[in-house]
Structure formats: C-alpha cells, structure tokens
C-alpha cells in the first residue's frame, strides 16, 4: 500500500483559462502517476461553478448553485486515479467545496466513512488584542481557516485504514483591527508581532484538533492503522509538528507510546529531506505521520523534489506546484 501528499498550490481554471490549467495538468498528472499512490493526500485544490449552475442560480427560486473540484477532476482524468474515489472538503455556507484550499483524498480503496472538522473538537477562542486600534474593535474571535479532513478507508487486511488530511495554517500574520495599511503593510511592528502570535494560535489549534481527533480513534481502536497526512507549514519539531506526534520524551509517559505518531520522513537521508526551498532555504513542510500499528508495516519514503523550483523566484505562470510531493509503502 502507497500513501502520499501533495499541495497541488491553488489548482485552478483561472487565470489563464484552459490553456494554463492543460500545462499544469502536463505536469502535475506525470507526478501523480509516479507516485503509483493507493490513497492521495491532496492540498489547495480550488472549486468552480459552472456556467449552467450560474444560469440556473439566476432563475426565481432554483437553488443556490455548488462548486465541484472541476480542475482536480480534469487533473485525475489525466492520471491513473481517473476511477478512484474522491472526497473533498466543504465550505461553511454549504455550497459544495470552498473556492479555494479544500483538502482532497482519492482512494483507490473504498470510502467507509468521511468527516470534516473546523472548530468541533476545539472551539473558536476568545481573544482580546492587545495593539487593536480602536480599542472598541479589540474584542476578536479566533477560528481556524480550514478544516481536517478524516475518512476510513477499506484497505487489505481486517483493520480499515483512518486517513487525516490536512493543511495547517501559515505563519503569516493574522489581522489585527486598525493595523494594517495594505494587505501585507503593518502601521507598526507591534502590530505585525501580534498578527504573527494569532496566527501561530491558529495554526497550533488546528494540530489540537487533528491531535484530540487522533486520541479519539486510538480510545476506539488501540491499535488502530492511522496516518496524518499534509502540509503542516511547520518542520515535525515546531509547536504545530510536536503537537501532533504528542512524544513520549514531551509526556514523559512510557505507557503512551502506543499513541505517538512518527513522522516517516525522518528516515530520509538529511541531503533528501525536503519538500520546499524557500530563498534556497531546504524546508521539510509536508508530512506523513503514522500510528505505531501503521508504522510497523513501514517499508519506505520517498520525496520527488528533484525538479522542485525555488518559491521565491517561480515565475507567475510556472506550471510547477512549490512543494514537492511523499510517497510512503507499507506492507499491511
């Protein structure tokens, strides 16, 4: 069996229309196909309405139109994952999945069950910033900006397979009332300084959740085959990663280790371990962590980033995604 993860970086109809959606299918599908993957992890994969949906939208009482993954279904056509299973997140209105940034899983397998959570398992925190201006705007609520995504799935062998999808936050600076003059221009550093704590609650509330999520299959099922799949904007030893693998060196409790998840990656030569360069920065951003039952069917990992492009420096029209795709095996 082959896991895999990759964000696809905001696969989309628009801009450029079909001819810049054929040349990021020309080649994103080749990756797909050499990840020879039973179960994909897919990251930024934007929606569409259709041009009849917008029609029927326009008629007296029809209903409200819903998205569909349509670029990522034209993507799989391309790819031996033409007939696998597709399941994708939703956003908050219910109109189908979000315009931008759904997580996906295409399985080879079928699907027992799927679930999304955003704020379910941790609620939206109260928060009172500090640098607000107003102060009458300082009262905020902090909510994640995506959901997880969960589906078992029907794998060889008795136990099903839980998959986590998921797309953790950036460290970009959250908003902050009254402290930005332009979309990425901060009236002071204050302000910018508080963004960026916002922002890192987010992210590590979201890996709370993916985390008390992870706690609730192991209290089902002990022994359960799980594997957390995604890009974490995070290296496995940042708050977000640590947060995740919950290791016995941070509880201190030898009795939990059947509930720490391992990060495969690390066993990737350090030269190879990498799925982002950022200003020729090597950076380990995505991930597959995996459930000690899942781990002792390990055989190997694999990161395709020889062709990676330096995010700093891709053109606007590069057909490349900026992260580089990891496929895991494992013998079940």
């Known amino acids: 069996m082959r896991i895999a993860t990759f964000n696809l970086e905001s696969l989309d109809l628009v801009p450029g229309g079909d001819g810049a959606l054929e040349r990021r299918i020309a080649v994103l599908a080749p990756q797909l196909d050499a990840l020879d993957a039973d179960v994909l992890c897919l990251q930024e994969v934007n929606a569409q309405k259709t041009a009849a949906s917008d029609r029927g939208a326009a008629e007296p009482g029809a209903p409200r139109p819903k998205r569909q993954p349509m670029a990522l279904r034209r993507l799989l056509a391309a790819t031996r994952h033409r007939d696998d299973h597709l399941v994708t997140t939703h956003s908050l209105s219910g109109d189908g999945p979000a315009d931008v940034h759904n997580l996906a899983v295409v399985s080879r397998y079928p699907v027992l069950e799927q679930r999304e959570l955003r704020n379910d398992l941790v609620p939206p925190q109260p928060y009172h910033a500090v640098t607000a201006v107003p102060d009458a705007s300082a009262d905020l609520t902090l909510t994640w900006d995506r959901p997880l995504l969960h589906c078992r799935l029907q794998v060889p062998g008795p136990a099903p397979l839980h998959v986590i999808n998921l797309h953790l936050r950036s460290p970009l600076a959250a908003p902050i009332p009254g402290r930005k003059t332009a979309p990425f221009v901060w009236s002071s550093l204050a ?5 960026y704590f916002a922002a890192t609650i987010k992210r590590s509330g979201q890996a709370l959740e993916a985390r008390l999520l992870v706690e609730a299959v192991f209290d089902e099922e002990p022994q359960a085959l799980i594997a957390v799949c995604g890009d974490l904007n995070a290296d496995a030893e940042e708050t977000p990663g640590r947060i995740l693998r919950g290791t016995v060196e941070d509880s201190g409790n030898p009795d939990l280790a059947g509930r ?26 995505d991930h597959i962590l995996a ?9 190997d990992i694999a990161v395709l980033n020889a062709t990676l492009p330096d995010e700093q420096t891709m053109a606007p029209d590069d057909p490349r995604s900026n992260h580089a795709p990891l496929v895991a095996a494992f013998d079940l």
């Open 191 to 195: 302000g910018w300084a508080e963004g």
């Open 291 to 299: 459930s000690p039952a899942l781990k002792r069917g390990f055989r």
């Open 260 to 285: 720490v998840l391992h990060p495969l990656e690390d066993s990737l030569p350090q030269d190879q371990r990498f799925t982002v360069l950022h200003d020729g920065r090597r950076l380990t951003l």
